[in-house]
C-alpha cells in the first residue's frame, strides 16, 4: 500500500499531546500517517464509528497512548516484549503502542476478515510499522488461538479493548499471557462495580487483580478506568471454553 502522506494540522496535533506524554516515542507524523491510513481504510471496510482522522486520533490513539506508562513500568528484561490486542478491530490500541514503543512485537488477533484486512493495510501504509516487521495481524478467535503452543502463555502484555465485559476479557486473554505478564483493561469510568464482579473470575483463570486507576486522558477526553492484571499462576486447560460461551456465559 502506498504510504499515507498526513495533514499538518494533525501532525501539529500530535505535537501538542505528545509533550505531556515523553514516554512516547512515536513520531508525530507517525501517528498522524495512522490515523490517515485507518481512515482511509474505513471509508473501504466501516471498522470503526469515527468519521475523520482527528476523530480517530481523539477517540483511539490517544486512548492507547495511556497505556504506555503502565506498560513501560512493566517491561521485562528481554529484547522483544511481546503483546497480545484481543479483538484488535482496525488496529486499535495495538497500532499506536506498536509505534509508540517500538521494542513491542504486537500480535492483532480479530475474528473478521475485514477488520484483518484493514489493519494490515493501515499498518502497511506508514513505513515506520511496514519497515520494522513488527505487527502481525491474525484472523481468528481467541478460544482457538489461546490453545496454540506458540501462543498460550506466550504474551508479556494482553489488550481487549471491545470485546465484553470484565469477566470475558479475562478469559479471552489471560490463556495467552506467561505467569508474571499483564492483562490491561481499558474500561469506562462507570466500570469501578464491573470490575470488582470479575475478580473471581479472574483468579479462576490464574490472574490476580493488582491495581485500579483512572486515568485522565488528553485531547479534553472523558476519563477512563485501567485495571491491571497480573498473571500469577497457569490458566486451568479447561480455558478458554469452546468459541461463544466466554461472552454468553461469563464466569
Request: with cysteine; glycine share 8%.
Amino acid at each position: 500500500m502506498t504510504p499515507t502522506s498526513p495533514s499538518r494540522e494533525l501532525i501539529g496535533f500530535f505535537q501538542a499531546e505528545l509533550a505531556e506524554l515523553p514516554e512516547c516515542e512515536a513520531a508525530p507524523a507517525d501517528l498522524a500517517a495512522l490515523c490517515e491510513a485507518v481512515h482511509e481504510q474505513n471509508q473501504r471496510a466501516n471498522v470503526t464509528a469515527a468519521r475523520s482522522p482527528l476523530e480517530i486520533a481523539r477517540e483511539h490513539v490517544l486512548d492507547a497512548l495511556t497505556l504506555i506508562p503502565a506498560i513501560r513500568e512493566r517491561l521485562p528484561e528481554c529484547d522483544t516484549p511481546q503483546l497480545i490486542d484481543v479483538g484488535a478491530g482496525g488496529g486499535f490500541p495495538g497500532l499506536p503502542l506498536a509505534l509508540a514503543l517500538p521494542q513491542l512485537r504486537v500480535t492483532l488477533l480479530d475474528s473478521i476478515e475485514k477488520k484483518c484486512r484493514a489493519a494490515r493495510a493501515a499498518a502497511d501504509a506508514v513505513p515506520a510499522l511496514a519497515e520494522s516487521g513488527c505487527v502481525e495481524v491474525i484472523r481468528g478467535r481467541a478460544e482457538d488461538w489461546a490453545r496454540e503452543d506458540g501462543h498460550r502463555e506466550q504474551y508479556d502484555f494482553a489488550t481487549a479493548r471491545a470485546v465484553g465485559a470484565c469477566a470475558t476479557q479475562a478469559e479471552l486473554t489471560l490463556p495467552f499471557l506467561r505467569i508474571g505478564g499483564w492483562l490491561l483493561l481499558q474500561k469506562g469510568a462507570a466500570a469501578a462495580q464491573e470490575i470488582e464482579s470479575a475478580t473471581g473470575a479472574i483468579e479462576i483463570l490464574g490472574g490476580r487483580l493488582e491495581f485500579v486507576q483512572t486515568i485522565e486522558r488528553s485531547g479534553q477526553l472523558a476519563p477512563r478506568l485501567l485495571a491491571g492484571v497480573r498473571k500469577a499462576a497457569h490458566t486451568p486447560e479447561k480455558y478458554p471454553r469452546r468459541s461463544g460461551l466466554p461472552s454468553k456465559r461469563p464466569l
